[in-house]
Nanobody, 118 residues
Framework: VQLQASGGGSVQAGGSLRLSCAASGRTVSSRTVAWFRQAPEKGREFVARVGWSGDSPYYADSVKGRFTISKDNARNTWYLRMNSLKPEDTAVYYC????????????WGQGTLVTVSS
């Protein structure tokens, strides 16, 4: 399975972006998928995940109420809608698929950079 993340860019604080992660090679529609991020000189942190049906999403406290994770199983793609962006959201965002527990996923995308300026 290959994961291709896209949609990153530069935005001013308060702005919005939508990240996409497209899976190829095998369907992941029945699997839990997620987004993580890694800010400069910091470790990778969990952002959001959603189960196979697209319901019961789970978010990190730092993004709750601002970010929305969703899935399009027909397209084997999931998204992260990010609103009210803050400078502290600046990071490389990674998508992941097939949750094994904790921060362990079977597959990871290459990352897409989000830069939020004040």
């Amino acid at each position: 399975v290959q994961l291709q993340a896209s949609g990153g860019g530069s935005v001013q604080a308060g702005g919005s972006l939508r990240l996409s992660c497209a899976a190829s090679g095998r369907t992941v529609s029945s699997r839990t998928v997620a987004w993580f991020r890694q800010a400069p000189e910091k470790g990778r942190e969990f952002v959001a995940r959603v189960g196979w049906s697209g319901d019961s999403p789970y978010y990190a406290d730092s993004v709750k109420g601002r970010f929305t994770i969703s899935k399009d199983n027909a397209r084997n793609t999931w998204y992260l809608r990010m609103n009210s962006l803050k400078p502290e959201d600046t990071a490389v965002y990674y998508c992941a698929a097939e949750w094994r527990g904790g921060a362990d996923y079977s597959y990871w995308g290459q990352g897409t950079l989000v830069t939020v300026s004040s």
